[in-house]
Every structure is written in C-alpha cells, then in structure tokens.
C-alpha cells in the first residue's frame, strides 16, 4: 500500500510535507497538484498543504491571495479542495474562514473579520437551508415564495454593503432546490408553483452580476448535472455538510477560475495537435482525403471539438499548432480539405515540424509575442504531454481521454481561458492577428523602417476613457506584460476608483492603420500634484510595439501638461521580469534619472519647449478637453 | 487489509496524520485534525475503500485507532 503511494502524485505531496515543503520542490508541487485527477486526492492533497507557509512559497516566485469564504454549513472541504486548485496554478490562498451561519454578520458589519481581512475575492456559499431554517419545519408552499423574497433582497443588501467596505468580488452560487424539499410538498401542483419561484429566485440572483460589477454568481445547477451529488445524508446530518464534497469540488474549480481571471491570469493561447486530436488518423500515411473528418462516423467527434475551438478563437483566444508533421502537407490540407472547420486563417502560428514540442511552444510564444505561462496545450499523445510538462514547464497541459468524443468536454473543464468579461478588443483579437500576416508582407517588401510606417498610415487617437471602457482598461492592466512601466494591476473597481480621486486621470490609446482597427491598445495613468504631473503608469499593448505610438502619446502628454502650466513631469519605473526592455523609455524620450531606489528609478522632465510627435502618426486628441 | 499495521498506513493516509503503533490507543480526538468534518470524511473512506457499511451508532463509539480498526475488520467480516 504503501510503495504504490509514493509513486502517486498524492503520496509525492505526502512526501514534501513530511520535508517541510522545501522551497526548491514548490515547482514539482504544481505539477503533483495537476496531476490529481478525483475529488478525493485534491482533498487530501489541500489538507497537506495547510502547512505550506506563505513565505517560503512567494520565496519561490508564487503569488498569494486573499480569499473570504462565508457559509450556512460547514464548508471547510472546499476551503481545503480550494487551496489545491490554486496552488495547483500558482497561487497561495490566504483565507478568511468562520464558521458556519455567520454570514449574516460577516457580510452586513462593517467591522467583521471578514471586512478587517480586506478579501480580494469573497465566496458567500449557500444552500437551501439558508432559506428552510429561517421558515421553521412546518413550512407551506407560500412560505417558499416569502421566503425566497426576503433572501434575494438579503443578498442584494449584501452586495451592496461589501461594495461599500472592500473593493474586491464577491461571488454567490445559485442555490439548488433539493429533490428532498420538493417531495416533502404533496399538492403536485403546488410543487410547480415552488419550482417556479424556486427558478425565479436563482434568475433574480443571477440579475445581481448585471447590477453590481463586483459580483459574480456560479451555476450550482448546472454543475450538478455531470456526475455529481448534492450531498450525502449522513454528512450533513452529523456534520452540517450540505453540499458533497464533489459538488464543492466542482465550486472550488468555478471560485480558482473568477481567482485566476481577476488576477489577470487568464490563458491566451491554445496550441492543438494535428493527427488523432483535430482530426482521425495519421496525415502522414493516410493523405489528405484519408483523415476522418465528415468522411466517417468516428470523424464527427473531431468535427464537433473543432467547432469547440472555432467558438473560443471567436472569443479571443489565439490558435496555434504544434505537429510532427512535414509543414506543405499540413498547409496542402488545411487548403483542400473543406469539412475542416478550422481554416489556415484561424491559426496565428503554424509549427509543423520534426522538432520536439516544446521548442515549438517556444518559438509561438516568440513569434506570437506572449509568455509561455500564457499557452494551453492540447495533445492527444501522452508522450508529447509528458515531454511539453517537462521541456516547456510554465505551460499547461490539458489531460485528455483516449475518445475523441470526451475532447470538447477535456477543453473546456478547467476554464483555462475564461476571464470576468470579455471587451472588444477580444471579439475582433483573431481578425487582428489575420490583419497582422498583411502587414508582415508590407513589411518584407518595403526596404525601410520609416517607408513602412509610412505606408502603414497609422492613426493614434487619445481621449479619456468613458464607463463602457473600463473593463477594458482594466484588463490591459491586468494582462499586459511587457510594456508595463509600474505594472500596478487594477480591476475594473479599481479604475474607476482612480478616476473619481480628484486632479486623477487616465488617457486611452486607441490606433488604426490601413489593415484595420487595434482597439484600446494602451492606456497612461497620471494626477496632478501641484506644479507637477505624475504619471503613475504607462502600458502599452505587446501588438503594437514598434511603431512608436509610445512615443507619440507620451509627447502629447507633455505638450499639454506644458500648455496647464505644471512645471515638470514625474514618472516611475518599476522593474519586473517580464518589462526589463523598457527600462530606459524615459531615459530615451529626454527624461533625467532623479532617484535610483532598489525597487524602482524615478525620472523627472522640466517642460520648457514643445515636445515633437512622430510624423508617421497621425494624431486625434480629445482628453484635453475633458481633463 | 490484513493487519493493523495496514490499517494505520490507510489512516495516515487518509487523514494526512503521521500516526505510529503507540497512538493506536490514544483518544481519537489527540490526533491531529480530528473534528466532526474530518471524522465523517474517514467514515466514508472507510467505506468506499473497503466496500463497508458503518452504522453511525458503532462509529461514534469507536474512541481509538485500534477500536476503529475492529469495527472496520467486523463490518468487513
């Protein structure tokens, strides 16, 4: 028994704990963490990990984060179940846990530990006896209806009191009608009329994501119909444990993906296999028109998983492949085969080669100029997915079945690419990437830099950002990178915050050029302090480098804050891992080194003459008039 | 399952404890992590592991590892 634990991801994690977790084994962690794949392990798995120690882990380059959990029963396993999840993406969870029925209190005083905790992230989870207690064991079926007002309009309160006290998410889950409460009704009809206010309730909880922009609400439901019980009779009786340890599984896995996506953590590129993953059979021996797609019966399972990626391309999210294959057959196919749903077009980068594939996840992060935390790759291959999980370790792996029929369901589990909400610039991502291939070819045929941007007529427009923008500015604070000057992360709470602080402002880049419309490419935070303008950030998205539209925004910043009347200009830079490259932005536009601190350098810029803007741009301001 | 020394890698285990022979009779409630949660989590592992049915009555009164490992041995007979 014991010999067959130590070779398991969960007898490895036995192992570390019993050596204290030693900093230089946190990276295996995350794999172990990864490799669990039931309920159980992942239980037992974040309970070794209680004595993980938060120092240790951020010594070994993770990040932590604040997370409340309140509750009407006893919840402590998907604390537990939670802390796998998180660790298992990087992430130290440090909770703010009570016990149960206290999340009256915590939620509505102003002075709960909840509050004084400052979570970044709240789940308040609830199951029907938050509602059942409160009507006392002789409930009638009208009692359902008052009952479930008066709790709606307790969680709207709660909203908006924990609007008012933190500035983080807070996260409901619709609550499940038992098949238990619904039987104990003997009036057939009547037991209509309580799923339908049953069914209103929980649409009425889902209306509060639409009001208040700092909740979020997880279909309870809807988890429950894959293979998963409500609860366990037993356990909740003799230990307040409502909801089964699956379904708080299934919960846990929602909370870490709103966690992952309110860090700005989200994946942004998804890399597929070709042969027996997009479609059946071998290219190399079976030829183009041998591949199962339409042709056959079991083809229609790769038809229906590229369809699955078609969906999340349209969303945003980049396409790559990484296939041994000989790269003029794959290009030949992706031509003539027309049952392929997914088309040369749809793919940002196509590496088909004898290579292994974790140079060719590699060289897509270059290419597509994205770290390689932000690739998912898609494998059918186990040896492929173990070499990858090796080779190319800040990538991650979905596990796949052997049946192409359980892909779909494989890709879209751990909700790898979802984030709070999707803007724009998302919608139109892949069309932008498809306008870049035209650009490159401008580029190859023109002799110079200047010519090219030039011809490119690239069009800067600065305004200053109005509410439906923020979630976009947001998530340029949250995703981008590498161009980044303090990379102060901000949701979209957050920014909205900053603009209503006073002599507070921030001041949008949106470009075009002949190929087509970037969108809000970029974004400068900045405030008045008396005779000087701070600017307290500056980022720019990685698509749009090169072509000086930094340049080109910063100068008008100058110009104006010249025309004001500040006497100079104040700017920090913050070095990351990820922005070393604009270490000297401000050395190079003019700016002189005032202050070299261990965490960051500080600039300084007399405004005496007009600033130049680059004359390839065409620029179109409006901030000035509405700052 | 075969002996008591089996039985207490299964609680180890599964209760993310480091127990040895010595604590097989110590109260249940000086090992680590033992609270009500924890206890009906063991009692389900017990049961899905070894295929068992355990009435609530019996486990409650099971106080020690060693009584635990005879009522699991009892409801495997």
């Not at chain 1, 070709?274 to 021996?285: C, E, Q």
């Not at chain 1, 292994?356 to 790759?377: C, M, Q």
């Not at chain 1, 050029?513 to 900045?526: A, K, N, Q, S, T």
Request: charged share 20%.
């Amino acid at each position: 028994m014991i010999d067959s634990n130590i070779q398991s991801p969960l007898g490895a994690i036995t192992q570390m704990r019993k050596a204290g977790f030693p900093i230089e084994q946190h990276h295996q962690l995350k794999t172990y963490l990864n490799a669990l794949t039931n309920t159980d392990a992942r239980l037992d798995a974040g309970i070794s990990c209680r004595l993980l120690k938060m120092d240790n882990y951020l010594q070994g380059g993770g990040n932590s984060f604040r997370l409340g959990i309140v509750s009407n029963f006893s919840y402590q396993p998907i604390a537990d179940i939670l802390r796998t999840h998180l660790l298992a993406r990087g992430i130290f969870p440090e909770f703010y846990l009570t016990d149960y029925n206290q999340y009256q209190y915590e939620l509505l005083d102003a002075n709960s530990g909840l509050y004084r905790s400052s979570p970044e992230l709240t789940l308040c989870l609830l199951d029907e006896h938050s509602l059942l207690d409160e009507l006392g064991s002789d409930w009638k079926v009208e009692d359902i209806e008052q009952g479930l007002h008066h709790k709606l309009h307790q969680l709207a309160q709660f909203a908006k009191q924990y609007q008012q006290q933190t500035g983080g998410l807070l996260i409901f889950n619709t609550l499940p009608l038992s098949r238990n409460t619904l039987q104990r009704c003997l009036d057939y009809r009547g037991r209509s009329q309580m799923s339908r206010w049953w069914a209103q309730f929980n649409a009425d909880l889902c209306t509060l994501s639409e009001t208040y922009r700092h909740v979020f609400v997880i279909d309870t439901q809807c988890l429950l119909s894959t293979d998963c019980a409500l609860r366990d009779d037993r356990q909740g009786f003799y230990a307040r444990m409502l909801m089964s340890n699956e379904l708080l599984d299934a919960l846990a896995n929602e909370v870490a993906t709103l966690v992952l996506a309110s860090c700005g953590m989200a994946k942004k590129c998804l890399v597929v296999d070709l042969d027996n993953t997009l479609w059946g059979g071998i290219l190399g021996d079976d030829g183009i028109e041998g591949v199962q797609l339409s042709n056959t019966a079991s083809g229609d399972a790769f038809i229906h998983l590229q369809h699955a990626i078609k969906q999340l391309t349209t969303q945003g999210v980049l396409l790559a492949i990484s296939s041994k294959n000989n790269h003029t057959n794959v290009i030949e196919l992706l031509k003539k085969r027309e049952d392929m749903v997914l088309k040369q077009d749809d793919f940002a980068s196509i590496m088909a080669s004898w290579r292994p594939k974790s140079e060719a996840l590699k060289t897509i992060s270059e290419v597509l100029n994205i770290g390689e935390d932000s690739l998912v790759f898609f494998d059918d291959s186990a040896f492929e997915r173990e070499e990858v999980r090796l080779n190319c370790p800040k990538a991650s792996v979905i596990m796949l079945g052997d049946d192409p029929a359980e892909y779909v369901t494989a890709l879209v589990k751990d909700n790898y690419f979802c984030q709070l909400e999707l803007s724009k610039e998302d919608y139109q991502r892949s069309q932008l990437y498809r306008t870049e291939v035209q650009r490159t070819s401008l580029r190859n045929e023109t002799n110079s830099l200047e010519v090219f941007l030039q011809e490119l007529q690239i069009k800067l427009r600065l305004f200053t950002p109005q509410e439906n923008d923020l979630a976009r500015i947001s998530q340029l604070s949250l995703r981008t990178n590498q161009f980044n000057m303090t990379t102060i992360r901000m949701n979209e709470g957050e920014v909205r915050s900053w603009l209503a602080q006073p002599q507070h402002g921030i001041i949008a880049l949106q470009s075009s050029d002949r190929f087509g419309d970037y969108g809000i490419i970029g974004c400068l935070f900045y405030h008045g302090d008396h005779h000087t303008l701070w600017i307290d950030n500056f980022l720019l998205s990685c698509r749009v480098f090169s072509r000086q539209l930094e340049t080109a925004a910063l100068n008008s910043l100058l110009n104006w804050a010249n025309v004001k009347g500040y006497d100079n200009i104040h700017a920090r830079y913050l070095p990351t891992p990820k922005n070393t490259q604009i270490a000297n932005f401000y050395l190079q536009h003019n700016f002189t080194l005032i202050g070299n601190h261990e965490s960051y350098s500080e600039y300084q810029y007399p405004l005496t003459e007009m600033a130049s803007i680059p004359q390839h741009i065409e620029l179109i301001t409006s901030y000035q008039e509405t700052n | 399952m075969k002996c008591i020394a089996e039985f207490l890698d299964f609680i180890n285990t599964a209760m993310i404890i480091d127990a040895t022979d010595n604590e097989l009779d110590l109260p249940l409630v000086e090992l680590g992590y033992w609270d009500s949660i924890n206890a009906m989590r063991l009692m389900s592992r017990l049961e899905s592991s070894f295929g068992i049915r355990i009435s609530m009555n019996d486990y409650l009164q099971a106080t020690t590892l060693r009584q635990l490992y005879e009522l699991t041995m009892r409801a495997m007979a």
